[in-house]
């Protein structure tokens, strides 16, 4: 299958710094890529959809000013999260959407751990 | 309604057994269905999908796909204390453009 990686696996910050997280996906073309976030022991949750070349389109609820997010070329989406605090502690995970030979496939990269002092 | 739902378990079954798991979506629109595993603190990897109705088969895994009942599940052969996981059912949407919804996740123990 198509693989997608993630740096870096984990991060430590202290509150109020910046962090940015990058996707790739490596063996294939993603126009979209999308976020997720994921708290300890529940689902994933759909934060953002990245396409190539255009703004990111944000789920409900979630602050694009706080979550910003680039897709400047195929196969890369950055999210940054700025002036992080505690409560954005968690796990960020991407995941890809690979079109070709047919199928419509999202896969996902390995995430990313934050952890906010 | 959900769009897709799934019992959230845990399913527990012993070593060697059938685990069935269980999803049915909202859309009749969707056109494709994929499992995902995911481990305690890893992201979701992907295990099948399927697009037709009937029977899918990859070594011990089979998907099943009941597009009039709006149904799709997952079979696990054999099952093994290494399949102990939470499995994602999505359903890919055309309607409104293209949008993967996840269900919540089972939950599977497989007992030694």
């Known amino acids: 299958g198509a693989v997608v990686s993630q740096h870096p696996s984990w991060v430590i910050c202290k509150s109020g710094t910046s962090v940015k997280i990058e996707c790739r996906s490596l063996d294939f073309q993603a126009t979209t890529m999308f976020w997720y976030r994921q708290f300890p022991k529940q689902s994933l949750m759909l934060m953002a959809t990245?396409?190539?070349?255009?703004?990111?389109?944000?789920e409900q609820g979630v602050e694009k000013d706080k979550f910003l997010i680039n897709h400047a070329s195929l196969t890369l989406s950055t999210l940054t999260v700025t002036s992080a605090h505690p409560e954005d502690s968690s796990f960020y995970i991407c995941?890809?959407?690979?079109?070709?030979?047919?199928?419509?496939?999202?896969?996902f990269g390995p995430g990313t751990r934050l952890t906010v002092l | 309604q959900k769009e897709v739902e799934q019992n959230s378990g845990p399913l527990s079954v012993p070593e060697g057994a059938i685990a069935s798991l269980n999803c049915t979506y909202s859309d009749r629109g969707s056109q494709s269905f994929f499992w995902y595993r995911q481990y305690s603190g890893k992201s979701p990897e992907l295990i099948m999908f399927?697009?037709?109705?009937g029977d899918k088969e990859d070594g011990r895994f089979t998907a099943q796909l009941n597009k009039a009942s709006q149904y799709v599940s997952l079979l696990i052969r054999d099952s093994q204390p290494s399949d102990s996981a939470t499995y994602l059912c999505a359903v890919n949407s055309r309607a409104g453009g293209f949008k993967t919804i996840f269900g919540a996740g089972t939950r599977l123990f497989v007992k030694a």
């Open positions: 995941s890809a959407r690979d079109r070709l030979g047919g199928t419509d496939t999202q896969y």
């Open positions: 990245s396409n190539e070349g255009s703004k990111a389109t944000y």
């Open positions: 399927i697009y037709s109705n």
